[in-house]
């Protein structure tokens, strides 16, 4: 039995009570500002219609750990947490603080009905959510002692998912490069490489050799056995160190650098570099698994009903190519990434996938808890 399983037997065992927000605090209106009162340089963001701050002021009106719920605009409805001292405008509800519940509670209890607030906009206009629907909103309202624990658990999941955008960062930075920077070329795919012209009959390839879109994992997770392999014709021949890149949409997104030789069909392209003592293919491989790849190759590809990747404009996409030991020094560091962030057994994924697991239980606990009933 879990911590809160634990604490829920001892604590609340018959249930919880569900309250309204305006039972137990208020909501309140904040106050507008001028853009003629908003310097950069000020101390406290300001909200107004979205949880960007529009900008600074020097004076706040809400204090730390406030939960506030947009009421104007395209964001009506969205709910948020601010750990910083604030300014409100009126276009952003915020509710007091109260000794019946941890702030960060109520905001992760509020979250889990942002998609009711946000049908209960009324669209005439300007958006705008009236207050009642939040006061009215109601929540159940567990002993301290269990909003602490599913506190805990949440925030552990958010603090992971943020680590996970960090590494995400980190690796798109180090694919980029300076224009201007004289140690780094900026060439054109087909400047060094070609699609592979080999060919290889489909009778000599087995469930491992052989690689079509459908066993193509997405997300730099490789590829599985075939369970389809072609028992005639010619395919293309893919050798150690091509490239193969799914080239029908939804495929798009899968890319895998091989460590065989094998076959494949016209569903897949199969990149082959001029000269490996130039490009490490490693380097290309996450070049061309990258988010600026996958965005140039969507946004370039042709049809209607199953839109394909235009292999022209493929080859012409432009990369940066420092030199072959930054290249290596640039991929032993990803190759660390990687394996943090995308392997499925093991690093940050597993991690994620375990809080994940337990982050949609009790967000879900908080929605299902069994209601007290009036003695």
Not at 105 to 125: D, I, M, N, P, T
Not at 146 to 157: A, N, S
Not at 302 to 308: D, N, V
Not at 337 to 342: E, P, Q, R, S
Request: proline share 4%; charged share 25%; net charge neutral.
């Amino acid at each position: 039995m879990s911590k809160l399983d634990e604490l829920i037997t001892k604590l609340c065992p018959n249930g919880v009570e569900y309250k309204t927000i305006s039972s137990m605090a208020t909501v309140l209106r904040g106050k507008r500002l001028t853009k003629n009162q908003l310097f950069a340089e000020s101390k406290y963001p300001v909200y107004h219609g979205g949880l960007e701050p529009l900008g600074y002021y020097n004076e706040s009106n809400r204090s730390a750990n406030t939960v506030m719920v947009i009421n104007v605009g395209a964001s009506a409805g969205t709910v948020g947490y601010s750990p910083v001292e604030f300014w409100s405008s009126d276009g952003c509800f915020c509710i007091s603080h109260s000794k019946e519940f941890i702030n960060k509670y109520l905001y992760y209890a509020v979250l889990c009905q942002e998609a009711f607030l946000k049908s209960r906009v009324r669209v005439a206009g300007i958006p705008t959510l009236d207050n009642s629907v939040l006061e009215k909103l109601k929540v159940p309202v567990p002993p301290l002692e269990v909003q602490e624990e599913i506190v805990r658990i949440l925030d552990m999941f958010t603090q992971l998912t943020a680590r996970k955008k960090q590494y995400e960062y980190y690796r798109d930075t180090l694919l980029t490069f300076d224009e201007n920077d004289k140690s780094v070329k900026f060439v054109k795919l087909n400047d060094i490489a070609q699609y592979s012209a080999d060919r290889i009959e489909a009778s000599l390839l087995d469930e491992n050799s052989y690689v079509g879109v459908d066993n193509l994992l997405p997300n730099k997770q490789g590829k599985t056995l075939s369970n389809y392999v072609p028992t005639e014709g010619r395919l293309t021949k893919f050798i150690e160190g091509d490239i193969l890149i799914g080239n029908i949409r939804p495929y798009l997104r899968k890319v895998w650098i091989s460590d065989i030789v094998g076959g494949t069909n016209g569903d897949v392209l199969t990149i082959h570099i001029n000269n490996q003592n130039e490009v490490y293919p490693k380097y290309l491989y996450y070049i061309l698994s990258s988010e600026a790849f996958f965005h140039y190759d969507t946004q370039n590809s042709k049809g209607a009903k199953m839109p394909r990747g235009d292999k022209s404009m493929v080859m012409k996409y432009e990369l940066p190519l420092p030199s072959f030991s930054e290249q290596q020094r640039i991929v032993s560091i990803l190759d660390r990434f990687d394996a943090l962030c995308n392997d499925i057994t093991v690093g940050l994924p597993a991690e994620i996938e375990a809080r994940k697991k337990q982050y949609e239980y009790y967000r879900d606990k908080l929605l299902t808890f069994k209601e007290k009933v009036a003695s």
